[in-house]
């Protein structure tokens, strides 16, 4: 996993250093890029194609452009006009390395950017029109961006634990889905929608993960308490379920997860191994 991890790395920084033009936005792109992400996307397409045989270098650059609107998503999202963050993944966030404009242009440019990464890749015009449809269906206004849409209207409105599930399904669920769906209209046309529902299983698990990691790393390095996000008037899966049930409902997709990949005919190890890898976080 770990050579893995460094192809993907190498071919990002190669696609953001090589084939754009030199400036602020460049290097608040590569900036982001490089700041350290788990790459847990791009994991995911090309463990898939491995599961089912397949070599995944001539689609590393489709990996590459899922982490690269992975990464506009959170520069993005980051920004005063959103969650007006100051730290990700333990850095400054785009806008306070850079400033405001320059951190709108490098989510703008990724996003962008990563059509063209998918544009260039040397393989036949129908696959590749595929998995732009997957890819941007899953990135746009029917999937990530209403996602965030919601998530915003819900900030100021209490969500229901359907409502929130919806927020997720369309928020994270769809760009951890995409790459499974990718990976099947690559090689497996006739398990794509398996290999989708699965990815939406996971993707609600992570999610909920993350709730946990959130209040439990809140109470072990800020000392807030558990469930400080009820006082933000944020729904979380905590702050609906409390921890407990919240961790009984993760480790239940978890299984959901498993018995998924057992439903499909490929080498389950590599899959199960990838979702530990997912589960298993602590950031
Ligand atoms: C601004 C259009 C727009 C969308 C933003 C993804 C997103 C939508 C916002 C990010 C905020 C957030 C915490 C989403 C939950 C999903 C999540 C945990 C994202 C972080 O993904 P990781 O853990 O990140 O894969 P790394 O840092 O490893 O790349």
């Avoid at 059509?115 to 260039?120: F, G, Y």
């Avoid at 634990?161 to 790459?179: F, N």
């Avoid at 997860?257 to 080498?267: A, I, M, P, Q, W």
């Amino acid at each position: 996993m770990e050579t893995i991890i460094k192809e993907i790395n190498d071919r990002l920084e190669k696609i953001i250093t090589t084939t754009i033009k030199k400036g602020d936005v460049q290097d608040a792109m590569l900036y982001s890029v490089m700041a350290g992400g788990k790459r847990l996307r791009p994991l995911l397409l090309i463990n898939t194609l491995r599961s089912y045989g397949v070599d995944y270098h001539p689609y590393l650059d489709a990996a590459c452009a899922i982490e690269m609107i992975h990464t506009y998503s959170l520069i993005h999202d980051d920004l005063p006009g959103m969650d007006n963050d100051d730290l990700r993944r333990g850095k400054p966030t785009c806008h306070k390395q850079f400033d405001e404009a320059t951190a709108i242009l490098a989510g703008d440019a990724l996003l962008n950017e990563s059509m063209n990464v998918i544009l260039r890749m040397n393989i036949n015009n129908d696959l590749k029109i595929h998995l732009l449809q997957i890819l941007y269906k899953a990135s746009g206004m029917n999937g990530m961006i209403y996602g965030q849409q919601q998530d915003m209207y819900f900030e100021k409105h209490q969500a229901t634990l359907e409502e929130l599930q919806d927020i997720h399904h369309y928020k994270t669920g769809c760009l951890i889905a995409a790459p499974l769906a990718m990976a099947g209209a690559i090689c497996a046309p006739a398990d794509q929608e398996k290999l989708s529902d699965l990815g939406f299983t996971l993707g609600l698990a992570f999610q909920i993960q993350d709730d946990i990691l959130d209040v439990t790393s809140d109470t072990e390095t800020l000392g807030k308490p558990v469930g400080s996000d009820i006082e933000n008037h944020k729904s979380t899966y905590v702050s609906l379920l409390g921890i407990e049930k919240a961790r009984a409902y993760e480790e239940q997709l978890f299984q959901s997860c498993l018995e998924k990949v057992y439903g499909l005919t490929f080498n389950h190890g590599l899959m199960i191994e990838m979702i530990n890898k997912v589960m298993k976080r602590v950031n």
